[in-house]
């Protein structure tokens, strides 16, 4: 089985994503301060490598990313009366008899 260049990227770029996410894991379960900030350290490199994955996918037009809006729609804050639920039960009230 032959993998393209894409292939290999791919599954780089998603090994890269695995790993940080399980030094992110690691880091936050971390009790001991200086294994923290080693975790920390590979996890940024982990991140940096990711990066420059991404960014050569993306030059080559193996990762197409759409643009970002550029406005975003207010949300309307106009006021609008709730509406009163119906005085009916839905199902009547069993009666208790003592």
């Given at each position: 089985m032959f993998l393209s260049?894409?292939?290999?990227m791919t599954d780089l770029l998603n090994s890269t994503k695995m790993m940080s996410s399980n030094y992110h894991k690691a880091v936050l379960e971390s009790a001991n301060d200086r294994i923290r900030?080693?975790?920390i350290q590979i996890n940024n490199e982990e991140?940096?490598?990711q990066?420059?994955?991404?960014?050569?996918?993306?030059d080559k037009g193996y990762y197409?990313?759409?643009?970002?809006?550029?406005?975003?729609?207010?949300p309307d804050y106009t006021y609008r009366p709730m509406q009163q639920p119906s005085m009916q039960q839905p199902h009547p009230q069993p009666?208790?008899?003592y």
């Open positions: 260049d894409k292939d290999i900030n080693t975790l991140l940096d490598m990066k420059r994955i991404f960014d050569m996918m993306h197409p990313v759409e643009p970002a809006r550029t406005s975003i729609t207010p009666q208790i008899r």
